[in-house]
């Protein structure tokens, strides 16, 4: 990978976080409990895994790899609040090591196990990519069909929403 490729991957970084936050910042503390369909997932276990992708964005960068096997639980947010602070500091700890990751890191191999298990294996970028950023990005727009089907009003993500007219090219 070259520099300005990572840069620029930097500042996506920040933009999709900035967005993120923004989503989470209109989760209700009164509506957590809310769901769409039985196989839904609650407002609040939506929310909180939105809040700690952050989290794995990080274990992707400071290791190659990750045994579910040896690691801890993931925090449990309950409050909007909590999963705020919580989303807060894993993404500062995140955008630090994606800043300090040495360029020739991107392309070695990442795995994820259990336990003896291996259950993927890919370049760090990949997994990166797909696992993490990606993944963020899709279940924070489950969060916003949440927030749209509660009535509440929804963040400008890409360009504009119909709740936020302005045009933001950032």
Do not use: C
């Amino acid at each position: 990978m070259d520099k300005q490729t990572h840069d620029e991957m930097v500042t996506e970084f920040d933009r999709e976080m900035k967005v993120t936050r923004a989503v989470l910042e209109r989760v209700p503390d009164d509506k957590l409990d809310f769901t769409p369909h039985s196989k839904s997932m609650t407002l609040q276990k939506l929310a909180n895994h939105v809040a700690i992708m952050p989290g794995w964005i990080l274990a992707t960068l400071q290791a190659a790899e990750l045994d579910f096997a040896g690691t801890s639980p993931m925090p449990n947010y309950l409050t909007r609040d909590e999963m705020l602070r919580g989303f807060d500091e894993m993404v500062a700890k995140a955008r630090a090591a994606l800043v300090a990751l040495p360029l020739d890191k991107w392309h070695a191999t990442w795995t994820v196990r259990q336990g003896p298990q291996m259950l993927h294996s890919a370049s760090r970028y990949h997994v990166y990519r797909m696992w993490d950023l990606n993944h963020t990005v899709h279940h924070r727009g489950q969060l916003n069909l949440y927030l749209r089907l509660l009535d509440i009003p929804v963040a400008t993500i890409y360009f504009n929403s119909s709740d936020d007219k302005t045009w933001k090219f950032d």
